[in-house]
C-alpha cells in the first residue's frame, strides 16, 4: 500500500475572516485529516478581488494501481487497457479529447464516464468525506461563533491529490447534476384571452402555490427546507380547499387544531363530498392506496426532520414528490372552478 494526499477545496460565499494576518489557519481534525481557511484572488468584472476558501486534506492508503492511474492522467495519458468500456478515440463536437493510443488532448479533464468503477468508487468516497468535513467544520464553527453566511455557502473550486502532500494534480469529479425543467409562459394570443378573465378579476396565485415555488426552488440547495415549505403549502391547500366546500369555515379551520393532512385527503374531504354531494371530488379524493403510500412516506421524513431524529432527506427523488404535491395543488384549483388546471399535472401519478 503506497499514501496519498486527496484535497477539496471551496469558496466559502458570504463568509469572511476577522483578520487576513492569521490565515493560513488550520484545524487539525485528526492525524489524517485536515481543515485549511485561506484567501484566494480572483478576477471579478475586471478586478481582482480576494475570496475566503476552505480545503479538506485526506491522507489515506491506497493501492499502486491507483497512484500508477493518476500519474499516467498527470501525463496525459489513459491506458487502452483500463477504459474497455469506452470506443477509442474519444470526440466531442470539435476535438479529439482520447486519441487512439490513449492520449489526453492537453488542458482536458478525463470525463467521469471514461473512468474505470473502481476509479470512480474510490473519488465519490473520498470527495464525499471531504466535503461532509467541509459542510461540518464550517457549520460548526460558524454556529459557535454567530459568523454570517448563507445556508450553503459552499462552491466548488478544485479536487487535487498529491503523492508528497506538497505537489498538487487536478483530479476528474463527478460533474451529473439534476436538472429542473424550466416551463415556458404561453405569449400566443390564445393563451393570453384566456387567462385575461383571472388577471381582469383579480384572481391571484394561491398562497399554497407561492410556497410551493418556493420550495421546489430549494429543492437542490437546501432540501430539508424544501420538504418542510412543501408539506405546508400542501396542509394549506388543503385547508382552503375545506373552505371553499362548506362556506364561512375558514375561522373555524384557522382557529382549530386541523385533522394530519392523510386524515384531511383520505376521510374529512371525501365525507364533506359525500354531504354536500359534490360530485367533481370522487375521481381524486380519497388517494388511491398507492398515492397514500407514497405520500405518507414523504410526510413520515418531513416529521422527522421536524421533531430531531432526522437531519437528512432523500434529497434525489425530492423533486418527484414535489411534483406530485405541486399536482394536488392544481387538482383543488380544478375542483375550485379553473379547468384549465389539470393540463399542468406532470408527476405522472394521476
Not at 491506458?79 to 486519441?99: A, F, G
Not at 465519490?124 to 445556508?151: M, N
Not at 395543488?329 to 375550485?336: A, E, H, K, N, W
Amino acid at each position: 500500500m503506497l499514501i496519498m494526499w486527496i484535497k477539496l477545496t471551496y469558496s466559502l460565499n458570504g463568509m469572511h475572516a476577522r483578520s487576513e494576518i492569521d490565515l493560513p489557519a488550520n484545524i487539525e481534525i485528526s492525524a489524517k485529516t485536515k481543515i485549511v481557511f485561506w484567501y484566494r484572488e480572483v478576477e471579478h468584472n475586471n478586478q481582482i478581488v480576494r475570496q475566503f476558501c476552505c480545503d479538506a486534506i485526506l491522507e489515506c492508503n491506497c493501492e499502486e494501481r491507483l497512484i500508477d492511474f493518476f500519474r499516467s492522467l498527470n501525463q496525459n495519458h489513459i491506458s487502452p487497457e483500463n477504459i474497455p468500456h469506452i470506443v477509442l478515440p474519444l470526440r466531442s463536437l470539435t476535438k479529439t479529447i482520447i486519441d487512439t493510443s490513449g492520449k489526453i488532448s492537453p488542458n482536458n479533464l478525463v470525463p467521469w464516464k471514461v473512468l474505470p468503477r473502481f476509479i470512480q468508487s474510490f473519488l465519490d468516497q473520498k470527495h464525499k468525506i471531504l466535503s461532509d468535513l467541509i459542510r461540518e467544520c464550517v457549520s460548526t464553527l460558524r454556529w459557535a461563533q454567530c459568523a454570517s453566511g448563507g445556508h450553503q455557502p459552499f462552491g466548488s473550486i478544485s479536487f487535487k491529490w498529491s503523492d508528497d502532500g506538497t505537489e498538487w494534480h487536478r483530479l476528474p469529479r463527478n460533474t451529473q447534476v439534476s436538472v429542473i425543467e424550466a416551463s415556458p409562459l404561453d405569449t400566443a394570443a390564445p393563451a393570453i384571452e384566456h387567462f385575461t378573465n383571472l388577471v381582469v378579476g383579480k384572481t391571484e396565485e394561491p398562497l399554497a402555490h407561492e410556497l410551493m415555488r418556493e420550495a421546489i426552488e430549494l429543492s437542490r440547495t437546501t432540501p430539508r427546507s424544501s420538504l418542510l415549505i412543501a408539506v405546508s403549502a400542501l396542509e394549506i391547500g388543503l385547508k382552503e380547499y375545506v373552505s371553499h366546500l362548506i362556506p364561512n369555515s375558514r375561522l373555524v379551520m384557522e382557529k382549530m387544531q386541523s385533522p394530519s393532512i392523510l386524515k384531511l385527503i383520505m376521510e374529512v374531504i371525501p365525507a364533506i363530498q359525500h354531504a354536500t354531494r359534490s360530485q367533481l371530488t370522487i375521481e381524486y379524493f380519497p388517494l388511491s392506496d398507492e398515492n397514500k403510500k407514497y405520500l405518507q412516506k414523504w410526510i413520515s421524513q418531513r416529521n422527522q426532520i421536524a421533531h430531531g431524529p432526522k437531519d437528512s432527506v432523500d434529497s434525489e427523488n425530492l423533486f418527484e414528490f414535489l411534483e406530485f404535491s405541486r399536482d394536488l395543488l392544481y387538482i383543488i384549483d380544478f375542483l375550485t372552478g379553473h379547468d384549465w388546471a389539470l393540463k399542468n399535472l406532470k408527476s405522472g401519478k394521476f
